[in-house]
Structure formats: C-alpha cells, structure tokens
C-alpha cells in the first residue's frame, strides 16, 4: 500500500514546523476556520487551564505536512479532527494513532467510530448538489450532471486538496453505476475543480457557476443566510464523512489530548457541532435547523477497506483528467 509517509518523503525539505509552548496541545485540523476556533475556544472554556494552538489547512495538505513531520521522526500534533475515516484508517495502519479504549461512545452508531477505538466521528458531513436558485436546471441525480443542459456550468472541490471529495471519487469509482466514466463524462461536459468547498460555495453563490458539487453544511448554511442557493441530495444517495477526531501515538500531551476527544463527543461537544450547522454523529441531540422536517437523507454504503486501497491510485488519475 502506498501509505501516506511514503508519498511524500521526497518533499521533506518543504516541511514547516510549528513551534509550540512545551505544554500546549497541538490540534491539526481541517474545519473551517471559524469552526476551529469556535470548538478550541469552547474546549477551554470546559477545561480551564488547558492551552491549544491550532494548525489549520485542507485534509490532503495537512496530511502531507505530517508525512513529511513523521518522515523526519519529528511529528507535531497530539490530536486530529480532520474530513474523513480513510485518511485515518491510513494513519492507523501505520501506527500513528493511539487507542483510546475508554472513550465514551455512547449515543453514537457502531459505523461512526474505529472498533479499535483509535479515532471517532464527530458529526456527520454529506456531500451533495449546490445550485443557484437563477439556474435553469434542478438536478436530481448525480448523472443529471452529465447532461447538455450543465454543460460547462459545474464546479467541484479538487481531491487533491478536500478529504470529503477525496471520499466522493474513491465512493463513485468503485461503483457500478458511476465508476470512472462518470468522471470522464463530467470532464467532456466542462466540469473544473477548485481548491476547496469554500471556492465551490462562492462560485455558485456568486452565479460563476451554476451547479457546484459541494458539502451539505455550507450550502444551507448559505441558503439560510440568503445566499440565492438551492441543495439536492442526489437519488443515488450521498457520500458522507464523519470528521472524525484522534490522539496521536506520538502525542506528547496525551491526557489533555484526551480530554479534547471527550469534549468532541460530550453531549456539550456534540451541540456545539449542531450549532455549528452540523449533523452531529450523536443524533439524540438534535438536527440542525437547516434540514427540512421529515427529510430522508440516503447516505452511500461505501466500503472503506476498498477506499482505502484505491485512493491514492484515484487521486494520481483524477489529477491526470483534471489537471493537478
């Protein structure tokens, strides 16, 4: 398996370290900016005298940032709260997380966290169809996308760079239905692909582009907002990530570490990400107002052992279609 470390050892020389208080807890995340700061701030305020500072950055760039760190036997943080379960199954295989078999899981399904118990899912982020509202089309499908009528009015956030559309394409392309072709069909039709879900949300909001595939939270968030923005889970089903936070076996604050999982899933934690305009992963504690009453959301059955052996390999050939 083409593991993370081994990917981008040849750019070590490009590692940046971070210089941290010998007691603070070190926190890698891929939140949104505001949402980081937003959960570190309500942490402390659940434990005084605890310190966190913050590395912040898209999934894929701050995995490549900690292959590089471990690659150098220098690894920074203590705890991760990145996009998804397969860049952590990656982790894991390497030996880089540290179970946490006390962890306090209940109210959460069995498919939201690790059975070894070495990361678990903080709430739960769909991906699906964003369109401005001056759009001549309604999507329904996923292959709507593909018709005459989208043709060069579609966006979609770079694998390369956001783990939840990293999880989109291993999803699609190991189905049936969609596979490879898909994505070959959403290239001829005009697709392109910007950084992150940010850049997706701001092109359609703004009418650069009609249709954006995009995570559920910001679009409605968006919408509610009045931004003139529509959202479509897809017939197919939509894929979802779970955000799932994780101590690393490397940790040099492992009790404090600790105590920021246990904040992430306190039913505190988990009303915070409700807040935010999350699904949390702990249903009994709400839905955010955002999601129609009454409203089926059809999550993907992906296998994530097969994902996490056809990842890489899908991101070196979307790249190939896309452009890096």
């Given at each position: 398996?083409?593991?993370?470390?081994?990917?981008?050892?040849?750019?070590?020389?490009?590692?940046?370290?971070?210089?941290?208080?010998?007691?603070?807890?070190?926190?890698?995340?891929?939140?949104?900016?505001?949402?980081?700061?937003?959960?570190?701030?309500?942490?402390?305020?659940?434990?005084?005298?605890?310190?966190?500072?913050?590395?912040?950055?898209?999934?894929?760039?701050?995995?490549?940032?900690?292959?590089?760190?471990?690659?150098?036997?220098?690894?920074?943080?203590?705890?991760?709260?990145?996009?998804?379960?397969?860049?952590m199954e990656l982790l894991k295989a390497d030996g880089h997380l540290m179970p946490y078999p006390e962890a306090d899981v209940s109210g959460l399904e069995?498919?939201?966290?690790?059975?070894?118990?070495?990361?678990?899912?903080?709430?739960?982020?769909?991906?699906?169809?964003?369109?401005?509202?001056?759009?001549?089309?309604?999507?329904?499908?996923?292959?709507?996308?593909?018709?005459?009528?989208?043709?060069?009015?579609?966006?979609?956030?770079?694998?390369?760079?956001?783990?939840?559309?990293?999880?989109?394409?291993?999803?699609?392309?190991?189905?049936?239905?969609?596979?490879?072709?898909?994505?070959?069909?959403?290239?001829?039709?005009?697709?392109?692909?910007?950084?992150?879900?940010?850049?997706?949300?701001?092109?359609?909001?703004?009418?650069?582009?009609?249709?954006?595939?995009?995570?559920?939270?910001?679009?409605?968030?968006?919408?509610?907002?009045?931004?003139?923005?529509?959202?479509?889970?897809?017939?197919?089903?939509?894929?979802?990530?779970?955000?799932?936070?994780?101590?690393?076996?490397?940790?040099?604050?492992?009790?404090?570490?600790?105590?920021?999982?246990?904040?992430?899933?306190?039913?505190?934690?988990?009303?915070?990400?409700?807040?935010?305009?999350?699904?949390?992963?702990?249903?009994?504690?709400?839905?955010?107002?955002?999601?129609?009453?009454?409203?089926?959301?059809?999550?993907?059955?992906?296998?994530?052992?097969?994902?996490?052996?056809?990842?890489?390999?899908?991101?070196?050939?979307?790249?190939?279609?896309?452009?890096?």
């Amino acid at each position: 398996m083409k593991t993370i470390i081994g990917k981008v050892a040849l750019g070590l020389a490009a590692a940046t370290f971070i210089t941290t208080s010998a007691h603070a807890l070190l926190l890698y995340t891929s939140q949104p900016e505001a949402d980081a700061t937003q959960t570190v701030e309500a942490f402390k305020q659940a434990n005084p005298g605890v310190e966190v500072e913050i590395f912040r950055s898209g999934t894929s760039d701050l995995l490549s940032k900690l292959a590089a760190e471990i690659a150098a036997g220098n690894p920074q943080p203590d705890v991760l709260l990145i996009a998804d379960a397969v860049s952590m199954e990656l982790l894991k295989a390497d030996g880089h997380l540290m179970p946490y078999p006390e962890a306090d899981v209940s109210g959460l399904e069995e498919t939201a966290y690790d059975a070894d118990r070495t990361y678990f899912g903080s709430k739960l982020i769909t991906t699906g169809i964003a369109y401005n509202t001056a759009a001549p089309e309604k999507p329904e499908s996923w292959k709507d996308l593909t018709g005459e009528a989208y043709k060069n009015l579609i966006v979609m956030p770079s694998p390369l760079y956001s783990g939840a559309a990293a999880y989109l394409l291993a999803g699609f392309t190991n189905r049936d239905d969609l596979g490879w072709d898909y994505f070959e069909s959403l290239k001829e039709n005009g697709l392109v692909t910007v950084q992150g879900n940010g850049a997706v949300l701001r092109s359609v909001a703004t009418g650069e582009k009609a249709y954006g595939i995009l995570v559920d939270f910001m679009a409605m968030n968006a919408k509610n907002e009045g931004s003139p923005i529509g959202f479509v889970f897809p017939e197919e089903g939509v894929p979802a990530v779970t955000e799932p936070v994780a101590i690393m076996s490397s940790a040099k604050n492992v009790e404090e570490a600790k105590k920021f999982v246990d904040f992430i899933l306190s039913d505190e934690g988990q009303k915070l990400a409700l807040e935010q305009g999350y699904l949390p992963a702990n249903p009994s504690v709400g839905q955010p107002e955002w999601l129609p009453e009454g409203t089926q959301v059809n999550v993907m059955q992906i296998d994530i052992d097969a994902v996490v052996k056809t990842i890489d390999a899908d991101k070196e050939r979307f790249s190939q279609i896309f452009g890096g």
